[in-house]
């Protein structure tokens, strides 16, 4: 359903050491209303609810609430750390357009 580059996954692996988090954290991605382009991503660490989608790769976890998925499928997160910005970046099929800065998109109408 999601997919992580290996960028990104060395990247989630590092960010979870180095919070010491504890055993079972993962990359919680969301959509909710708003951003420049009608829906924005929101990430963050965190323990998955009994009712959350959990994707796991490579030793590492992507949890997805039930109200988000349809936003989300057949994405990649990569890490991308460059002069101008830092970041896990979405390539989103699901987007008809996304902003300039990436962490915005309007969803595609069926």
């Known amino acids: 359903m999601i997919s992580l580059t290996s960028s990104a996954i060395e990247h989630l692996k590092s960010l979870i050491a180095e919070k010491n988090a504890e055993a079972g954290t993962g990359l919680r991605l969301r959509v909710e209303k708003g951003g420049c382009a009608g829906m924005q991503y929101v990430m963050g660490l965190d323990q ?13 976890s992507i949890i997805i609430d039930h109200d988000s998925l349809g936003y989300l499928r057949g994405c990649q997160i990569d890490y991308v750390d460059s002069l101008a910005d830092a970041g896990f970046k979405l390539t989103n099929p699901n ?16």
């Open 48 to 60: 998955a609810k009994s009712d959350d989608e959990v994707q796991s790769q490579d030793g590492v």
């Open 95 to 110: 987007a008809a357009r996304s902003c300039g800065c990436g962490t915005s998109f309007e969803p595609q109408t069926t």
